[in-house]
């Protein structure tokens, strides 16, 4: 169109700023440390490595790194920063991944860049190539990157899977996820199974089916593919592999071909079991009344086995949504004492407020308590058949003319908990939730129009419930459901947790801090004001006999892209697009006391 | 994440255009888009994407409803008309705010004139970035059958049974999904696209169609609709659902003078039978704004 003859050429300026630093790069780069399946799995014990998001294949962003610790934290300084620089902005969601004498960072607008781990000097960035009308629902983030063999993958906006050479940033392969025009776009980072690169789907509400892909992640070839949504073919090896599920047995007529349950947060892996364990998004479409049944396998946790892609548990935790109650959340395996006992646990802090601990070999339903103070939706859990008691809160039905005075329900749609992963430690037998605290106005809207024609739309306006905070990080006892501790913030917190053996939680706040707190009492040991929001994941490593922790600044995400009153809180925060490291001041050089006069 | 269901918007576009107040006293310097454009020599035309009979592209080259009408309006304000079509968004609230007055976040820019705009006048009274105006059509929703498969059509309760085609989404869908609590549920097949809905209905796939009856008649024309499939006749929904809407063209509000001139074009085009004489082009029936 119009605008094709820039887009190329600016294309080719692109690439030839590319390939120069390809050859700047290659010249010094050193025989790649491939990774291996053997070193992901043995991620969480390695500390001088970062080899996968989340830290170890079940996700507990939990470090056994103990040099930088809960009494020598007052210590932590700067050792450099990295600017994602240019005109682009918005939000920094990314975590840092760690190998070979190389950071690996995601940014926004679908950039990567891999850093020296020494400097912090920029060794080769990829900036993917966006379509134009791309037009992504939250946002422009990115959650972070894959690494296998020489390999570092990372997904796209425009719904794309990009291998790069790790060394040279040199694309190696790519892969279409889908078609951006029919809304899909791509943000989480990738899981890395046995060779197997896994990955799910962003989309927007029409014409989308979430699903769980599996390719090869030396060629980007499909290995199985598993619809999220009952009555959908999966795929193996090109071959037929059984429907999800049962046709029709939840949902009527043909509306499952249209289901909705994307997975656009990605999975975690339980390494004992075999299972990848996704989340599903809500289903379509978005008035509850038009698909009576509990519309699986949406709002679920899924458990699918690794090598045939089949699905061997599920568990739903909002059937039939009626408030946007995505249930895309990471599980999180763990083993949990209770008792006496060691249970195969996992747990889920889901948007509809609810934690859920279940027992990670079959999904049965152990515990369900809430992590915020307040749940309209539902008064509790039934233990015995795991579904939710509903407290009569769904907005009215428009097909009985109910327009509907607005209906205020909490967790508001952007939940309890967001995307925003929380952390478990081992040491402390607790989860770090990262939660929010708000409700909404929810109605049903007839004044809107939709590609051009009138529609039913559903209105909402999001509130905080309390004054004085809306983020709030807490300290959840899975085996008592109890919480240990909170720490309140005023704006809401966006960002991802990390736990380390030192005693220590780190997360940042849209204030612009890294903050961390004492694991086991909650008390605020640390913080450093990194100029922009913070909605990053932490992580650390070690090099030299050295600790260093790491995290995203750039304020951003959907929270800026809504109203109400919580805008009044974010409205001042500045953009940004950086990458700090910290490490322990070390002091007593005696050049630095000579310099004084 | 998909913010999907998104007129709660509304209220984040509130806020957004008070946090916007700087920019928009920075614009009262700036020139109208009207001056700008005639300076070009042209205006930039925001139109639906793959969206016929409206707007589509034929042979490398736009057309449609929507086109035709760009065109006229930029040739009465002594202007070239350009075009630029754009993927909807979730609501009209998104598809003004990326194409109009912020762009996308993905770098966007922003065109000077959207057609084929909703003019509630609820609608456009709570818009604080974008003026609606000039309405020049009224669209209503409509059911064609075929007359082989049903011999009359009294109520929507007669399509028990049938196979009717709708565009997924759209209020029709939503009207016969919801009806008596889903008896038509098993009824309703949903298609990605109202072309794709026609190409089925024309090929005897479907007993009938419920759609915008200006959409629903260009795309049968197009398609060579024999004559056993009935001339789209209004229907009307109950209750919350609207089933008749006025369409209008919306500039930024920073421009006041392309919007008088384009609403000096526009009932121009209607008083000349101009516009009339488009919409025959597309084998659509004009209906005058406000007729019921």
């Known amino acids: 169109m119009v605008r094709n003859s820039t887009g190329t050429s600016a294309v080719r300026g692109c690439c030839r700023a590319l390939i120069g630093m390809v050859l700047a790069a290659s010249a010094t780069a050193a025989v790649a440390a491939s990774v291996t399946d053997a070193m992901i799995a043995n991620d969480q014990n390695t500390p001088n490595d970062v080899l996968t998001v989340g830290m170890g294949y079940s996700g507990q962003r939990f470090s056994s790194s103990t040099k930088i610790n809960s009494d020598n934290i007052d210590d932590l300084v700067p050792a450099w920063s990295f600017s994602m620089g240019g005109e682009k902005q918005r939000g920094q969601e990314t975590q840092a991944l760690v190998n070979d004498g190389k950071i690996f960072i995601t940014g926004s607008y679908s950039r990567i860049w891999a850093l020296d781990q020494k400097t912090g000097q920029k060794i080769w960035v990829y900036e993917h190539r966006l379509p134009e009308g791309i037009v992504p629902c939250c946002d422009v983030v990115n959650r972070g990157a894959a690494l296998y063999d020489n390999l570092v993958i990372f997904g796209t906006l425009d719904a794309k899977l990009v291998a790069l050479n790790a060394d040279t940033g040199k694309v190696v392969w790519t892969e279409t996820i889908d078609d951006f025009k029919g809304g899909y776009s791509y943000t989480a980072a990738p899981l890395i199974v046995k060779g197997k690169l896994i990955t799910g789907v962003s989309g927007g509400e029409f014409g989308v089916v979430g699903r769980i892909e599996a390719r090869d992640a030396k060629t980007g070839k499909m290995v199985w593919s598993r619809p999220t949504v009952e009555g959908h073919m999966g795929y193996l090896n090109g071959k037929e592999n059984g429907i999800s599920g049962k046709l029709n047995a939840t949902w009527p007529g043909d509306l499952w071909k249209t289901g909705g349950a994307a997975t656009w947060l990605g999975c975690t892996y339980g390494a004992d079991t075999n299972q990848i364990y996704c989340g599903t998004g809500n289903p379509a479409p978005w008035n509850s009344y038009s698909r009576p049944g509990d519309n699986l396998y949406s709002t679920s946790t899924l458990a699918i086995n690794a090598d045939t892609g089949k699905i061997e548990w599920s568990y739903q935790s909002t059937p039939n949504d009626s408030w946007d109650f995505d249930g895309v959340n990471e599980f999180i395996s763990f083993d949990m004492k209770k008792d006496g006992k060691t249970v195969k646990a996992g747990a889920k802090a889901d948007r509809n407020g609810f934690f859920y601990v279940l027992n990670r070999e079959n999904g049965k339903l152990l515990s369900a308590s809430p992590f915020v103070t307040k749940q309209t939706w539902a008064s509790g859990v039934d233990l015995k058949t795991g579904r939710p008691i509903e407290s009569n809160n769904r907005p009215g039905d428009p097909g009985k003319g109910e327009k509907g005075s607005a209906v205020f329900a909490a967790p508001a749609f952007l939940g309890a908990k967001n995307w925003m992963p929380m952390a478990y430690s081992g040491q402390t037998g607790l989860f770090y939730v990262p939660a929010n605290e708000w409700g909404m106005d929810i109605w049903n809207e007839p004044i809107t129009y939709k590609k051009g024609a009138a529609f039913l739309g559903a209105g909402f306006t999001i509130k905080p419930l309390y004054d004085d905070y809306i983020g709030a990080l807490r300290a959840m006892d899975p085996a008592t459901g109890k919480i240990v501790w909170e720490y309140k913030n005023p704006a809401p917190l966006w960002g991802g947790v990390m736990t380390t053996a030192g005693n220590l939680v780190f997360t940042g706040t849209p204030e612009g801090f890294l903050k961390a707190f004492d694991a086991k009492t909650g008390k605020e040991l640390w913080k450093f004001q990194t100029g922009s929001g913070v909605v990053g994941q932490p992580t650390t490593w070690e090099m030299d006999g050295e600790q260093y922790i790491g995290v995203a600044s750039g304020w951003g995400g959907a929270v800026p892209l809504w109203g109400g009153e919580v805008a009044k809180k974010v409205k001042d925060i500045s953009q940004g697009g950086s990458f700090w490291v910290f490490k322990l001041h070390k002091s007593g050089k005696a050049a630095v006391a000579q310099v004084s006069p | ?292």
């Open chain 2, 1 to 292: 994440m998909r913010m999907s269901r998104i007129t709660g918007l509304i209220a984040a576009l509130a806020i957004l255009a008070s946090s916007l107040i700087g920019v928009v006293h920075a614009d009262d310097d700036a020139p109208d888009r009207l001056d700008i454009a005639r300076q070009k020599g042209s205006l930039e035309f925001i139109v639906y994407r793959d969206y016929p009979p409206y707007s589509y592209e034929k042979n490398g080259a736009f057309a449609g409803v929507d086109v035709d009408m760009g065109k006229a309006l930029a040739a009465a304000v002594g202007v070239n008309a350009t075009f630029r079509t754009f993927i909807p968004g979730d609501d009209l609230d998104d598809d003004l705010r990326n194409n109009l007055w912020r762009g996308t976040i993905v770098g966007g820019s922003v065109g000077d004139v959207m057609l084929h705009v909703g003019a509630d006048p609820q609608y456009v009274a709570r818009q604080s970035q974008v003026s609606i105006f000039g309405v020049y059509y009224r669209e209503a929703v409509a059911l064609s059958f075929d007359t082989k498969k049903f011999k009359s059509y009294s109520t929507i309760g007669d399509l028990k049974g049938k196979r009717v085609g709708v565009e997924i989404g759209s209020i029709s869908d939503q009207y016969l999904t919801n009806f008596e609590s889903g008896v038509l549920n098993t009824s309703v097949t949903r298609y990605t696209t109202l072309d794709a809905c026609v190409q089925a209905y024309t090929e005897g796939k479907l007993d009938a169609v419920v759609a915008p009856k200006g959409e629903l008649q260009g795309l049968m024309f197009a398609h060579g609709a024999k004559a056993n499939l009935a001339t789209p006749q209004p229907i009307q929904f109950q209750g919350i659902f609207r089933s008749a809407w006025e369409l209008g063209i919306a500039v930024k509000k920073d421009s006041p003078k392309l919007g008088a001139a384009l609403a000096d074009a526009m009932s121009k085009l209607i008083e000349s039978g101009e516009l009339k004489a488009i919409y025959a082009r597309y084998g659509i029936d004009y209906v005058t704004p406000g007729l019921r």
